[in-house]
């Protein structure tokens, strides 16, 4: 971090004692993100102890690039020793306009957890010190762009090995099948698969087989020549011709009829085409991939889908995962997201709050990555005036035991807040430490088979590849 000048400096410390002494925290500083996590003002620093510092870096590394608010908990005090009853609450706000060279303000304090109040207190003065360090900071656009491949996002350990895959296959020609649930950005994987071959300069055509009826359909992937039926004034090319030497994506592939699945299976085998009503053979060179979120082979099983069509066009097979089995990924995604729908030409940062974060990574998105992109706009469109989204601007189907409360009121049902009160502090828990189950019991005062009661009790199913994560 370059020096600031001496009245950007001065005015940064007094912002600090302002938070520190707003939100009665024992100390704020500011720290920038890097391999090793540097704090470079605090106020005061003379409270500092040094158990807390090695707190600090560590939460700030496990903060990865997701830009929105987190409160951490250590269960150590000024000496270090163990302090079940008085545990360190640390609040985390990344400061707008530093995406690439991090800056993350932050406060910490003993026992009381951080209010809505104080996380949005310290969401908008973090955008106050980024105008006051502008001197150093990153145009617009760089400071919103979120680093990802080919527009696909994400930093678990799924992701990662899913673009590995996309690496390892992109500069052959077989044909490659993605098989996941609706809405896990199959079509992006697809397009990333163009974009890093050889074929990336000529065109990539999608098609989705469910949308158009077959005849018309036949007559969009082989085109057609003048007079092949009433109202064909002239000629056209189908889209598989206008992904010649390029990529063509047949999306649903399992709900294309057995007579296009024929002449499919044909152009792919010797690699010719003919338009509708015409004779002539046009040799075409495309690499074709498919998807579907379906399971196929129980259609081929059934006799809905060709077996030979199926075994030509899953010679490389990918299986995305669901959202719900890559969560480590939707602090990021929601970052995405807000950049990417925030008002045009607004400065402005959004962010959801820690609680609104624990609820959308603890839900199931059977909608998966669309379903995240949609509920992120329709919050920005209902709350268009917050820069802190928190938990009362979320959709009703995350609050499915949410009961209406009468007129005349409702006794309060205490077994019930107690239940709700252990989900709640059980996904916390497994989210902050990476759903490693051995971590978290340690950490939270369980032992494992406790751990596991309680996952069980409450139904809360861990992401399928971390699911036998032990200690690191």
Same mark, same amino acid.
């Given at each position: 971090?370059? =020096?600031?000048?001496?009245?950007?400096?001065?005015?940064?410390?007094?912002?600090?004692?302002?938070?520190?002494?707003?939100?009665?925290?024992?100390?704020?500083?500011?720290?920038?993100?890097?391999?090793?996590?540097?704090?470079?003002?605090?106020? =005061?620093?003379?409270?500092?102890?040094?158990?807390?510092?090695?707190?600090?870096?560590?939460?700030?590394?496990?903060?990865?690039?997701?830009?929105?608010?987190?409160?951490?908990?250590?269960? %150590?005090?000024?000496?270090?020793?163990?302090?079940?009853?008085?545990?360190?609450?640390?609040?985390?706000?990344?400061?707008?306009?530093?995406?690439?060279?991090?800056?993350?303000?932050?406060?910490?304090?003993?026992?009381?957890?951080?209010?809505?109040?104080?996380?949005?207190?310290?969401?908008?003065?973090?955008?106050?010190?980024?105008?006051?360090?502008?001197?150093?900071?990153?145009?617009?656009?760089?400071?919103?762009?979120?680093?990802? %491949?080919?527009?696909?996002?994400?930093?678990?350990?799924?992701?990662?090995?899913?673009?590995?895959?996309?690496?390892?296959?992109?500069?052959?020609?077989?044909?490659?099948?993605?098989?996941?649930?609706?809405?896990?950005?199959?079509?992006?994987?697809?397009?990333?698969?163009?974009?890093?071959?050889?074929?990336?300069?000529?065109?990539?055509? =999608?098609?989705?087989?469910?949308?158009?009826?077959?005849?018309?359909?036949?007559?969009?992937?082989?085109?057609?020549?003048?007079?092949?039926?009433?109202?064909?004034?002239?000629?056209?090319?189908?889209?598989?011709?206008?992904?010649?030497?390029?990529?063509?994506?047949?999306?649903?592939?399992?709900?294309?009829? =057995?007579?296009?699945?024929?002449?499919?299976?044909?152009?792919?085998?010797?690699?010719?085409?003919?338009?509708?009503?015409?004779?002539?053979?046009?040799?075409?060179?495309?690499?074709?991939?498919?998807?579907?979120?379906?399971?196929?082979?129980?259609?081929?099983?059934?006799?809905? %889908?060709r077996r030979d069509l199926f075994y030509r066009l899953r010679v490389i097979a990918i299986k995305v995962p669901p959202l719900r089995e890559r969560r480590e990924d939707i602090p990021l995604l929601l970052t995405h997201f807000l950049r990417k729908y925030r008002v045009a030409g607004s400065q402005k940062s959004v962010a959801f709050s820690p609680r609104a974060v624990e609820i959308l990574v603890g839900y199931d998105w059977p909608g998966n990555i669309r379903e995240l992109e949609n509920e992120v706009r329709r919050c920005l469109a209902l709350f268009p005036e917050r820069e802190l989204l928190t938990e009362e601007c979320l959709s009703p189907c995350f609050f499915p035991d949410r009961k209406v409360v009468?007129?005349?009121?409702?006794?309060?049902?205490?077994?019930?807040?107690?239940?709700?009160?252990?989900?709640?502090?059980?996904?916390?828990?497994?989210?902050?430490?990476?759903?490693?189950?051995?971590?978290?019991?340690?950490?939270?005062?369980?032992?494992?088979?406790?751990? %596991?009661?309680?996952?069980?009790?409450?139904?809360?199913?861990?992401?399928?590849?971390?699911?036998?994560?032990?200690?690191?």
């Amino acid at each position: 971090m370059r =020096p600031l000048s001496s009245r950007r400096t001065i005015t940064l410390k007094k912002l600090l004692q302002i938070i520190r002494e707003e939100i009665q925290a024992q100390q704020a500083g500011l720290v920038l993100k890097g391999k090793e996590p540097e704090i470079c003002f605090c106020d =005061p620093r003379e409270l500092f102890p040094s158990e807390v510092i090695s707190f600090i870096k560590r939460a700030v590394t496990l903060l990865g690039n997701s830009q929105q608010p987190q409160i951490m908990r250590s269960e %150590f005090n000024h000496s270090g020793a163990a302090l079940k009853k008085n545990p360190i609450q640390l609040l985390l706000v990344p400061v707008p306009g530093f995406f690439q060279k991090q800056r993350i303000v932050f406060t910490w304090r003993y026992g009381l957890i951080f209010t809505s109040y104080e996380i949005e207190f310290l969401a908008k003065f973090s955008s106050l010190l980024s105008w006051i360090m502008g001197e150093e900071a990153l145009t617009a656009e760089a400071s919103t762009t979120i680093k990802d %491949f080919y527009g696909l996002v994400g930093q678990s350990h799924q992701f990662q090995k899913l673009v590995e895959n996309i690496k390892r296959i992109s500069h052959s020609d077989a044909p490659v099948m993605i098989m996941g649930e609706s809405g896990t950005g199959k079509e992006l994987i697809a397009r990333a698969i163009h974009l890093d071959s050889c074929r990336a300069e000529k065109e990539f055509i =999608p098609l989705n087989c469910a949308a158009l009826p077959e005849l018309l359909l036949e007559s969009e992937l082989f085109g057609f020549t003048r007079g092949a039926f009433t109202g064909a004034t002239q000629s056209k090319p189908g889209l598989i011709e206008l992904a010649d030497e390029g990529t063509f994506f047949l999306d649903e592939i399992a709900d294309l009829s =057995p007579v296009l699945q024929a002449k499919i299976l044909r152009l792919i085998q010797e690699g010719e085409l003919r338009r509708l009503g015409e004779t002539k053979v046009r040799k075409i060179n495309t690499r074709f991939i498919s998807a579907t979120n379906r399971d196929i082979e129980v259609e081929v099983n059934r006799g809905n %889908f060709r077996r030979d069509l199926f075994y030509r066009l899953r010679v490389i097979a990918i299986k995305v995962p669901p959202l719900r089995e890559r969560r480590e990924d939707i602090p990021l995604l929601l970052t995405h997201f807000l950049r990417k729908y925030r008002v045009a030409g607004s400065q402005k940062s959004v962010a959801f709050s820690p609680r609104a974060v624990e609820i959308l990574v603890g839900y199931d998105w059977p909608g998966n990555i669309r379903e995240l992109e949609n509920e992120v706009r329709r919050c920005l469109a209902l709350f268009p005036e917050r820069e802190l989204l928190t938990e009362e601007c979320l959709s009703p189907c995350f609050f499915p035991d949410r009961k209406v409360v009468s007129q005349a009121g409702a006794p309060f049902d205490y077994f019930q807040a107690k239940a709700e009160f252990e989900r709640r502090f059980l996904h916390q828990a497994l989210t902050r430490f990476n759903f490693n189950k051995s971590k978290t019991a340690a950490e939270i005062g369980l032992s494992r088979q406790g751990l %596991f009661k309680l996952l069980k009790k409450h139904k809360i199913a861990l992401p399928q590849g971390v699911q036998n994560l032990e200690e690191n």
